[in-house]
């Protein structure tokens, strides 16, 4: 093993890696801007700089992502599985403006299938109750194509979801049908640079899929969600260093979201530790038994361990986790951090497979995530690295075998 991981050079190296990427993207054209983003105080349509950067915040605007915006039309929203529990949490923190910015109104759409339509007119009820002022229509549906029309930004939570004694591949084939079906929808009806965030299990395939089927559109506008496995990371660091949470930077996740994923402590910092100055997270924890055992697992374990003290999943804190996915990737990363991201592989980062949605550390700025590359790996993290590869390339091949067997 490659003692560098306990040594302080990596996180110093990871800082180095986002500042030459963070410049690389600042050379880059820019756009208009009609958001505030992360409360940016001195920021309206009208002030939009010639860069295209807040000089408050430094972050980037991305209305080239959503022309609308330009026109101070409403941004249409939809949100998929919305009669469910994630979609309980999430569609108030959307129409609150949590996840686009306290300026941009908003039109949400709400798909879930027949069966749901009572419990979806709830959800609507709720939000025309709710009085918020971003939030100008609702519109409860469980037609697909409708749902989809337009649409700039879509949440897909809608998932088939394990029932007691089945199999994981007859899991894997029920979702294959759906986000197969609504890849499609998406690529017949939605806006043409619309951005998709995959949530529903097993979400980087259910992604994969969606993006294939969804052909017109392009690849890179798809992404699945790792974020709560990023979060539940640093909240394990924090616990242990006895930090708050908002002190641990740039753990990554690397791979499936599922029990093989890696989450990787190796480039993060601790802010603040000692005060004033910024520390390697493995050198701070100063326990490489529990980094490269404990750590990992109750990581991994997370999801399964609160299905079994809630006896219902993960729900508030997914829809947390998808609000700051959506906000980093639209409104751009704060300035030094990384965060993962599940994308679409071509195969030259880090051995994350071609063609398969794999977790990446990225940094975002105008609506577009860049790898942050060129981290150094250790065998340990080649290791894990592998073991999560090789199960979505097996969960592809069951996919794609399945949806094949269909079309004979
Ligand atoms: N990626 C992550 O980090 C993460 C975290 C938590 C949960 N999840 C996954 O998110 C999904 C949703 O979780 P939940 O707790 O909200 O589940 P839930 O069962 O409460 O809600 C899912 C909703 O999706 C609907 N649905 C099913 N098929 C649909 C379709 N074809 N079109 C539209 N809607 C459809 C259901 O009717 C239901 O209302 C699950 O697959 C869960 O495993 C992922």
Redesign the pocket.
């Known amino acids: 093993m490659d003692d560098s991981r306990s040594s302080s050079s990596l996180s110093d190296f990871a800082l180095r890696r986002i500042e030459v990427l963070s410049q690389h993207l600042e050379a880059e054209p820019t756009h208009g801007f009609s958001d505030t983003p992360r409360s940016c105080p001195a920021r309206t349509s009208t002030q939009a700089t010639t860069s295209g950067v807040c000089p408050v915040t430094g972050h980037r605007d991305s209305s080239k992502i959503f022309p609308r915006l330009l026109e101070n039309r409403p941004l249409r929203v939809c949100v998929?599985?919305?009669?469910?529990?994630?979609?309980y949490s999430l569609v108030f923190m959307i129409a609150n403006g949590d996840m686009f910015g306290p300026k941009t109104s908003i039109i949400l759409n709400l798909?879930?299938?027949a069966?749901?339509i009572e419990?979806l007119k709830g959800v609507e009820m709720e939000l025309m109750d709710g009085g918020y002022p971003l939030l100008k229509e609702i519109f409860a549906t469980t037609d697909?194509k409708s749902a989809f029309m337009n649409v700039d930004v879509v949440i897909m939570?809608?998932?088939?979801?394990?029932q007691k004694g089945m199999e994981r591949k007859d899991l894997l084939q029920k979702n294959a049908s759906?986000f197969r079906e609504?890849g499609k929808a998406l690529s017949d009806y939605a806006s043409r640079n619309v951005k998709v965030l995959v949530?529903?299990?097993p979400?980087n395939t259910n992604c994969l899929i969606a993006a294939t089927y969804a052909d017109t559109l392009p690849k890179e506008n798809f992404t699945?969600?790792?974020?709560?496995?990023q979060h539940r990371a640093q909240a394990q660091l924090a616990q242990k260093l006895r930090v708050p949470v908002d002190k641990i930077h740039n753990v990554i996740i690397r791979g499936n979201?599922s029990a093989t994923q890696y989450p990787d402590a190796n480039h993060g910092y601790v802010d603040d530790f000692p005060p004033s100055l910024k520390t390697p997270l493995r050198s701070a924890v100063n326990d490489d038994n529990w980094l490269t055992n404990g750590f990992i697992s109750t990581v991994q374990q997370r999801?399964a361990e609160i299905i079994k003290a809630r006896k219902?999943?993960?729900?508030a804190s997914?829809a947390r986790?998808i609000v700051a996915h959506m906000r980093d990737w639209l409104l751009g990363t704060p300035e030094g951090d990384i965060v993962s991201m599940g994308i679409y592989c071509d195969g030259l980062a880090y051995g994350a497979p071609k063609g398969t949605v794999y977790s990446l550390p990225v940094i975002c700025r105008g609506g577009q995530y860049t790898i942050v590359n060129g981290l150094p790996l250790d065998e340990f993290s080649k290791k894990k690295m592998e073991v999560t590869a090789n199960e979505l390339i097996e969960e592809r091949q069951e996919a794609f075998a399945f949806l094949d067997s269909q079309r004979k």
């Open positions: 998929t599985g919305a009669a469910g529990q994630i979609a798909l879930d299938i069966p749901m419990t697909v939570v809608g998932a088939f979801p394990r759906i609504q949530v529903g299990n979400a699945a969600l790792t974020r709560l496995d979201h999801g219902s999943s993960s729900a997914a986790a």
